[in-house]
């Protein structure tokens, strides 16, 4: 049997898998997987300045969000969210992006409503809104009125990633997330969680530090909270451009944590990030034959075996599953 067809077979018994376990309510992983959209590579684009929009487009980030927040300055607010609209009207999309997204001005800024009602004016819309700062239940429910009302009778849904980037938001964060994923009849739905941590650090008086120890234990708490609720979590910025090796370490750790992607700023960022937070081929073909004696064993009737010197069991199953459907996602099925 060729490669490209053990392959596919290989998925279509993990997709039963999957199902076997989410009918028998075992726990099957991050649910995400079922819907994921890569978002490995974050990418921020001042929606103020054109010439790099343009040049953006060029590029091959999974998630390309064209920024009225942090990235533009204060006297140039009215013109990003006009020059964004301006773009999205042309319809076009950047070559390797699977995500367009905006992101708008916090809640707390009084910006906000100028920016859905301006971004989500236009005659083509994005995939996906940021929502920055978010800290209160009551902001969500401000952000989706405003974006029911600009959307007015059209059909589009608008995937929805949170901004975590207080004190506050990380307290309240579960709240939140257990309110958001309950407007199953908005038409925002609720994708993933983000961890800004610049902002964050500010507001706890933190010093920041090359090894971000400082933000250790946000970071993991926001982790868990995403996965339970079945949401992507984006992870911080590396805001030293020039050093390549710290990139590469934060890269990894978050990978290594349970993040599925990671912020950019720079078009030097995209490739290694992507690349750390997509599984390796030694750790897909692993995944692969996991999946592959796994069921093997299941038509003998046999629990727990031994594959390679481990012992595996259906936690080590769910994480191979994980690692064919993420690749399954991020190159699409094979042919």
């Not at 204060?74 to 020059?83: F, G, L, P, V």
């Not at 009125?145 to 964060?173: F, K, S």
């Not at 234990?217 to 926001?222: N, P, S």
Request: glycine residues 6%; charged residues 25%.
């Amino acid at each position: 049997m060729s490669s490209s067809l053990t392959t596919w077979a290989t998925l279509r018994r993990a997709s039963g898998l999957r199902k076997l376990l989410q009918k028998s309510r075992v726990p099957c992983g991050s649910p995400t997987l079922r819907h994921y959209t890569p978002r490995r590579a974050v990418l921020y684009v001042p929606g103020s300045d054109e010439r790099k929009i343009t040049k953006a487009f060029g590029l091959d980030a999974d998630c390309m969000v064209l920024d009225c927040e942090d990235g533009v300055a204060a006297n140039k607010k009215k013109e990003a969210r006009e020059t964004v609209a301006r773009v999205l009207d042309k319809g076009e999309r950047p070559q390797g992006c699977r995500d367009l997204a905006v992101r708008i001005n916090a809640v707390s800024t009084g910006l906000a409503e100028d920016d859905i009602r301006c971004l989500l004016g236009a005659s083509h819309l994005p995939n996906t809104m940021l929502v920055p700062k978010v800290e209160e239940i009551k902001q969500l429910d401000w952000v989706r009125d405003q974006v029911e009302r600009a959307l007015g009778e059209r059909q589009h849904r608008l995937e929805l990633i949170v901004c975590i980037e207080t004190a506050l938001g990380l307290l309240n964060c579960h709240q939140v997330l257990q309110h958001a994923s309950s407007m199953t009849h908005s038409r925002l739905q609720l994708a993933g969680l983000l961890f800004g941590s610049d902002d964050f650090t500010a507001s706890i008086g933190a010093r920041r530090t090359p090894e971000a120890t400082e933000v250790l234990m946000a970071r993991q708490q926001l982790v868990v909270l995403a996965k339970a609720y079945g949401l992507q979590a984006v992870d911080m910025v590396t805001i030293d451009l020039k050093n390549e090796e710290l990139l590469l370490r934060q890269c990894a750790e978050g990978a290594a944590m349970g993040f599925t992607g990671k912020q950019v700023i720079h078009p030097s960022q995209i490739a290694p990030t992507q690349e750390a937070f997509a599984p390796t081929p030694a750790q897909l073909d692993r995944a692969r034959r996991l999946v592959e004696e796994f069921h093997q064993h299941q038509r003998q009737g046999k629990g727990a075996f031994v594959f390679e010197g481990s012992m595996i069991d259906m936690p080590s199953v769910r994480q191979a599953l994980n690692i064919v459907e993420a690749d399954q996602a991020i190159h699409g099925k094979p042919s």
